[in-house]
C-alpha cells in the first residue's frame, strides 16, 4: 500500500483534489475513473517514508469491517454486494476506501482473502479465517466471532488508553506550572535579589541562568517539543528498532506485566479463534508467528512451526519457549488431550483479559503515590534554590530592625 495525492478532472472539465491509499498507481487511476475522475496530476512519497506513515488498521476497525460483512454475508448477500455496502456505510473514509478497494479486486477475480492480504493492514488471522469460512460454508458466522475477538482487544486497548490519561494531564500541569514559574516568578525574584545584592548559592546561580536560557530562546521551544515528539514517533514506528522498544516492554520492571498480560491475551484469543474455526494447528501457527503482538515474544516462539511439523506438541512447544506461565501450559496441555485446545485457549485469552486489566488498575493506583514523590521532590528542590535566599534575606531584616 502507499498514500497517494491527486489533482484529477470530471467529466464537466472541473478539477478536484484526493488521497488515497493504492498498491500501486495503475489501481489508483482504476479506482479515480469508476468516480468519472480522470488524474492529470499525482504525488506520493518514499517507500520509507510511506512505511511509517500507513499503519495497520486498528482492532476497532478491523471489528466493525468484520461485524458488516458478517451481517450481510449472513443475510444472503454476495460478496460483492456486501463490500459494496460497506464502502458506504463505514464510519471512517479510510475503511470506506479500503472497502471499496476489496470490491474491485473481488470484481477482477481475487478470493477476498487475497484482496485482504494484498492490502497489507489488515493482520494476517482475518484473511485465514476467511479462506475457512468460505472453504465452509461458515463465512458469516466465522467473521462475527473474529469480531468479538477484535472487540476484546480494542476494549483492552481503551483500557490502556484511559490509565494513560491522568498521567499525561498531570504532567502537562508540571509542564505549564514549571513554564509559568521561569517566565513570570524567577524574573522578579531575581530582580529583587539583584537589587538587594543578596549573595546567592550555587544551586540558585544555576537555576537563574537555566531561566535566563530558556526565556532567550523561547519562541523556538515549541519548534523544539514538535521535533522531539516527531522524532520519537518515528523511532517508535521504524521497523528496525521495533525490536529493541518490544524487548524493553517485556524486561522492564512495571511494564512487564502489563505488556506479558497483553500478549499472552492476544496470543491465546488468536488461537482458539483460527483453531475452533478449523485451520490446522500448522497454518494457525504459522500466522503467529508470522505476525507477532510482540516482536520479541515472536522471537521466542519462531520455532513453533518446525517443532509442531515434527510431532512435538503445542504444550511442549510452548514450554520449550521459557516465555509462558506454568498455569497457561497445563490449560494447553489440557486441550490437546481432551481434544478442546480451543475452548482452553479461548479460557486462556480471557484469564489474561481480567490479568491485563487488574495490571492496569494497579498501576493506576501505584502511580499516584510516585507522582506525590516526584512533586515533593520538585517543590524540595524549589525550596532550597529559590525560597532559601528569601527566607535568609528576611531573617536579616527582621534582626536588623531589633533594636
Known sequence: MRLYWYQAMTAEGASVNGSG???????LVVALAAQGLQPYRVWFLPAWINALILRPLSPGAVTEFCHLISHHVRAGADMRLALAEA????STTRLRMLCARLKRAVERGDTLAQAIDNTHVFPSMLSQLVVVGQETGRLGAILATAAAQFE????????LLRAMVYPAIVLTVLMVSGLYWVLMVLPKMAALF?????????????VMRMADGLRAHLAW?????????????????LPALKPVFHGLSWWLPGIRQIERARVYHAFFSHLGAMHGAGLTLSRTLTVLVQQPVNQFFGGRINRLVVNASRGQSLAEGLGGTRAFERFALSLVRLGESTGTLDEQSLRLSEHYAQK????????TRLFEPVLLLVLAGVLLLVGSTMLGPVYDLASRASSGFQP
Do not use: C, F, Y
Open 221 to 237: 521551544l515549541p519548534l523544539a517539543l514538535a521535533v522531539m515528539v516527531a522524532v520519537l514517533v518515528l523511532l517508535l514506528r
Open 194 to 206: 539583584e537589587s538587594l545584592r543578596v549573595q546567592l548559592p550555587a544551586s540558585t546561580v544555576w
Open 356 to 363: 491485563l486489566k487488574q495490571q492496569i488498575e494497579t498501576g
Open 87 to 90: 464502502s458506504i456505510s463505514a
Open 21 to 27: 491509499e493504492h498498491p500501486d498507481l495503475n489501481d
Open 152 to 159: 476484546q482487544m480494542q476494549q483492552l486497548r481503551k483500557a
